[in-house]
């Protein structure tokens, strides 16, 4: 047996709010989808990190589609989306990395590798990501995304300077790098 349900009529006049998704945002998505996801991996060790951090910088941009009045600027607004989110994780995460001497497997190159270039680039990467995650995001954004001093510095919210004495210590580091070194 049903019971019946009395409604007034400002109720039943009352419109029901229906989910209506971005046209722009969905093109906007499908258009900068992997250039986005390439500065996301860039900042975490793991492609699967970097597609949650996407998602979430996506979803953050997707709230607050209706309130960013240039669209043409909507690159830098999901790159700050971006590293706000994954600086939120750093200051989060639990110490669960050790440092160690020796890697739990070591990688064998082949010498003979005609792929001379690859080899180069994934000792460059590993090399990346091995530096700390603030210069780590400082050489991504001036060397991988080619941004300027200034504008690594406004994504960042820093400093000019901090930016170059940052990225200084880091190419250091990378200079020093026992791994590159027997690329070279």
């Not at 994954?86 to 639990?94: E, P």
Request: glycine share 2%.
């Amino acid at each position: 047996m049903t019971t019946p349900v009395c409604t007034s009529a400002s109720q039943a006049a009352a419109p029901v709010p229906s989910y209506t998704p971005y046209t722009s945002f969905s093109s906007y998505v499908r258009a900068r989808g992997p250039v986005l996801l390439r500065t996301a991996r860039s900042l975490t060790a793991n492609p699967s990190d970097a597609e949650d951090l996407l998602q979430t910088a996506l979803t953050k941009t997707y709230v607050a589609w209706d309130r960013i009045e240039d669209h043409r600027a909507l690159d830098g607004y999901v790159r700050r989306a971006l590293l706000n989110t994954r600086t939120s994780q750093w200051r989060k995460r639990k110490v669960d990395e050790f440092v160690c001497d020796e890697l739990p497997e070591q990688e064998t190159v082949a010498a003979t590798d005609p792929a001379e270039q690859q080899v180069l680039h994934d000792a460059m990467w590993r090399a990346v990501m091995k530096l700390p995650d603030r210069q780590r995001a400082m050489v991504v954004l001036r060397y991988y995304e080619d941004l300027s001093e200034a504008q690594t510095a406004e994504v960042l919210g820093v400093s000019i300077g901090t930016v170059k004495s940052a990225v200084s210590r880091a190419l250091g580091k990378l200079r020093d790098d026992p791994e590159l070194t027997l690329v070279r």
